[in-house]
Nanobody, 117 residues
Framework: QVQLVESGGGLVQPGGSLRLSCAGSGSTFSRYGLGWYRQAPGKQRELVAIIDYGGSPNYADSVKGRFTISRDDTKNTVDLQMNNLKPEDTAVYYC???????????WGQGTQVTVSS
C-alpha cells in the first residue's frame, strides 16, 4: 500500500558524510514503523536503524553515534544522516516500512553507498 523510493547514495571518502532520504507514496507514514537496512556483498541484509511511529529510534551497534534516523510524517519521508563513514559501511541501503500491527514488509529499491579513498 506504500511505495518507497530512496535517494542520496553515492561515493564518499572515509570520514565523510551522506544523507539518505526515503520518500513514501500511496499511504501516509503516520502509522508505519520505518527503518533503514543495508546489504554488503557476501553478507546478509542487516538492520541499520529503525524508528517507530512514536519517533523512538534504535540503532545497530556498528553505527551508534555516527548515524541518525529521523522521520517527517508531514512530508512522508524518513532520512538517515550518516557521519564519519567507514569503508565497512559500503553497501546497498534499503528503506523499509511496516504498518503497525502488520507483518507485511515494504521495501524500496535500494541505493548504493560506497565509502572508499
Amino acid at each position: 500500500q506504500v511505495q518507497l523510493v530512496e535517494s542520496g547514495g553515492g561515493l564518499v571518502q572515509p570520514g565523510g558524510s551522506l544523507r539518505l532520504s526515503c520518500a513514501g507514496s500511496g499511504s501516509t507514514f503516520s502509522r508505519y514503523g520505518l527503518g533503514w537496512y543495508r546489504q554488503a556483498p557476501g553478507k546478509q541484509r542487516e538492520l541499520v536503524a529503525i524508528i517507530d511511529y512514536g519517533g523512538s529510534p534504535n540503532y545497530a551497534d556498528s553505527v551508534k553515534g555516527r548515524f541518525t534516523i529521523s522521520r517527517d510524517d508531514t512530508k512522508n519521508t524518513v532520512d538517515l544522516q550518516m557521519n564519519n563513514l567507514k569503508p565497512e559501511d559500503t553497501a546497498v541501503y534499503y528503506c523499509h516500512a511496516r504498518y503497525i500491527g502488520s507483518l507485511y514488509d515494504h521495501w524500496g529499491q535500494g541505493t548504493q553507498v560506497t565509502v572508499s579513498s
